[in-house]
Nanobody, 119 residues
Framework: QVQLVESGGDLVQPGGSLRLSCTASGRFLSINSMAWYRQAPGKQRELVAIISSGGFTSYADSVKGRFTISRDNAKNTGYLEMNSLKPEDTAVYYC?????????????WGQGTQVTVSS
């Protein structure tokens, strides 16, 4: 079984910064892509950013230039650096990873971490 544990969510003022972390543990061979999604109240879950095993990244238009996704493969950990936060960034942020378990790849989700941007 693979577990993803997120941390770093908090209450922050507009214009502030936060760094989210997501660490994978359990029995697996490798992690392919890692991604961050978010879900605001009353809205659908949306992709925020994704990073491939080779380090290629892609971002939602709403966060380009403000958020940076990265990963430390040695630590099985992904990060989301969030700067210039806006109230509309308020949401539960979820980590997702495509993990190679034996001879197949399976998607796993973290439990979510709350980010609130408010003065």
């Amino acid at each position: 079984q693979v577990q993803l544990v997120e941390s770093g969510g908090d209450l922050v003022q507009p214009g502030g910064s936060l760094r989210l972390s997501c660490t994978a543990s359990g029995r697996f061979l490798s992690i392919n892509s890692m991604a961050w999604y978010r879900q605001a109240p009353g809205k659908q879950r949306e992709l925020v950013a994704i990073i491939s095993s080779g380090g290629f990244t892609s971002y939602a238009d709403s966060v380009k230039g403000r958020f940076t996704i990265s990963r430390d493969n040695a630590k099985n950990t992904g990060y989301l650096e969030m700067n210039s936060l806006k109230p509309e960034d308020t949401a539960v942020y979820y980590c997702n990873a495509a993990v190679r378990v034996s001879d197949y790849i399976r998607n796993f989700w973290g439990q979510g971490t709350q980010v609130t941007v408010s003065s």
